[in-house]
């Protein structure tokens, strides 16, 4: 992966960054014969997508842990030529922490019906329909401010601190409902309530309904490994070059000059950055630096084994039901949530085990290992009742200091600003553009174009 480019050679197109919208743009290159080489600044591809074996045998995910089927997925695994796992079809409730209990939040009338939330609320939004959307409200507006004035707090202490929590892990009062929730602001624009809209949408027999497919929560067999081992093998060995870190770019005579960090110069015609915001800034301020203003949450990832023995028949029979947990807000657990791994996908624990992967939010970015250890078990123990403290064995923690990009107020504006501006040779990709799913990504990797 290591191959010698020559001096004067200019190629056609470098994309830097080799996670997977750097993956998926050079996918995109290979497939309409355009010559590209990706350089990635790490000994390894994916980014943030990481896989470890726990034994030398079982598999554990310390990035993305599954991914919904869309149709971006589709084509990029027949591309590869590669199969997922579908996750077990048992285990599909997904479950919030709230009154010291878990609910099943997967079934709206059930949860509506039972204690999770008071009369109140429940009035609240059986009436929100007939809410009317005010003339005079601000062009965007924070997550928090959308649904308190849509429905109540209640609401959103209950159901959207959990949602966001398992997608943001960050702060609803600075995150942007048009960006975030795009189709919900849509909604309420067209139809003066979201619960109405979607009605309409539903029941409206003038509108032609687009077939599209149920999607699936899916991995691999081997855990994302097998998809960058995919990777590896399609756009071959010759076009990547680990361990190359870019310092900056700059344009000379309509050419791109790449400076990288091990003194090479290299120079191509067209560069297509698929790099964190904050990279992508650093790398070229000239155009990028406003990239800056983009917020990452800091998110550490857990991967707990607990021994099913020790578990109560109902908690395991809660825990093989189910995708996993996430928490509302005043829940009184540190944790923003647990994937229940095993539940989902074979070869995840030892025989007698079960697998988790927790997730702690920004606050505990620097505690230190046995802090964390501490914090995870004393949750764990207080959701699952039966649990001791040798019921729990951590396996491995990993802290994403800059973990997640956040969609702020302002974000729909500021990317449209900085691709107003910026050379038509100069692509930009990734999870801080448009969507920070493995899906959207992706798809921000198809689209790029320079």
């Not at 849509?186 to 309904?209: C, D, M, R, V």
């Not at 999607?215 to 070059?241: K, P, V």
Request: hydrophobic share 45%; aromatic share 12%.
């Amino acid at each position: 992966m290591d191959n010698l480019i020559e001096k004067n050679e200019i190629l056609e197109l470098a994309i830097i960054g080799g996670g997977i919208a750097g993956l998926s743009a050079a996918t995109k290159a290979k497939k309409e014969n355009i010559k590209f080489v990706l350089f990635e600044s790490e000994s390894s591809l994916g980014g943030c997508i990481q896989t470890v074996l726990i034994d030398n045998k079982f598999v554990a995910e310390i990035g993305p842990n599954s991914f919904s089927s869309g149709e971006a997925w589709q084509e990029i695994l027949s591309i590869l030529q590669l199969k997922s796992l579908p996750q077990n079809e048992k285990a599909k409730q997904k479950l919030i922490y709230a009154n010291q209990a878990l609910y099943a939040a997967s079934n709206p009338v059930v949860l509506f019906f039972s204690n999770f939330i008071s009369l109140k609320t429940k009035w609240s939004i059986l009436g929100e329909i007939f809410k009317k959307r005010h003339d005079n409200l601000p062009f965007e507006e924070s997550i928090k401010d959308f649904f308190v004035r849509r429905f109540n707090t209640e609401f959103v202490s209950k159901l959207i601190v959990p949602l966001i929590n398992g997608i943001y892990a960050g702060n609803i009062n600075k995150l942007s409902i048009r960006a975030v929730f795009p189709a919900l602001a849509e909604l309420e624009e067209k139809h003066q309530s979201i619960i109405g809209g979607a009605l309409f949408n539903t029941f409206n027999i003038f509108t032609p309904k687009s077939k599209t497919q149920k999607r699936t929560i899916n991995s691999f067999s081997g855990g994302f490994s097998d998809l960058i081992e995919a990777f590896t093998n399609y756009l071959e060995l010759q076009n990547l070059y680990l361990n190359y870190s870019l310092n900056f770019i700059k344009q000379n005579n309509g050419i791109w000059e790449l400076y990288f960090a091990n003194g090479q110069i290299i120079k191509a015609k067209n560069v297509i950055l698929a790099i964190p915001a904050y990279n992508a800034a650093k790398v070229l301020p000239e155009y990028l630096i406003d990239l800056n203003k983009i917020e990452y949450a800091a998110i550490t990832t857990i991967t707990v084994w607990i021994k099913e023995a020790d578990l109560s028949n109902k908690e395991k029979e809660l825990y093989f039901k189910s995708f996993g947990f996430l928490r509302a807000e005043n829940a009184n657990i540190n944790l923003l949530g647990l994937v229940f791994n095993s539940a989902l996908f074979d070869n995840r624990a030892a025989a007698n085990y079960i697998s988790g992967t927790a997730f702690l939010g920004g606050d505990f970015i620097n505690a230190s290992q046995k802090e964390i250890e501490n914090i995870v078990k004393k949750d764990l123990r207080q959701i699952f009742n039966s649990l001791k403290e040798d019921s729990i064995e951590i396996k491995f923690i990993k802290c994403w200091p800059k973990g997640i990009p956040q969609y702020n107020i302002g974000h729909l504006a500021l990317i449209k600003e900085i691709r107003n501006k910026l050379p038509s040779s100069i692509g930009l990709t990734g999870n801080y553009l448009t969507g920070i799913s493995l899906e959207e990504t992706i798809k921000s990797g198809f689209r790029v174009h320079c």
